[in-house]
């Protein structure tokens, strides 16, 4: 559960606080992912994906750092 304290009254930066940690969270996109029904053949193609994004990624990183 995701919980922002208010301070001094100041709500509009507890909001923006709220929205960055659910950000974080990825609540976002779990909400746009949620929206439509997704076939379990397409949900193993777009992880497979992320998955790949990600090693190619870490892959980048790991070549600048050495």
Do not use: C, T
């Amino acid at each position: 559960m995701i919980e922002v304290h208010v301070r001094d009254n100041n709500v509009e930066q507890a909001i923006r606080a709220l929205k960055k940690k659910m950000q974080r969270e990825g609540v976002y996109r779990e909400m746009k992912m949620r929206k439509h029904f997704e076939k379990p053949s397409e949900r193993r193609v777009r992880e497979e994906a992320e998955a790949v994004r990600r090693f190619r990624k870490f892959q980048r990183k790991r070549d600048i750092f050495e």
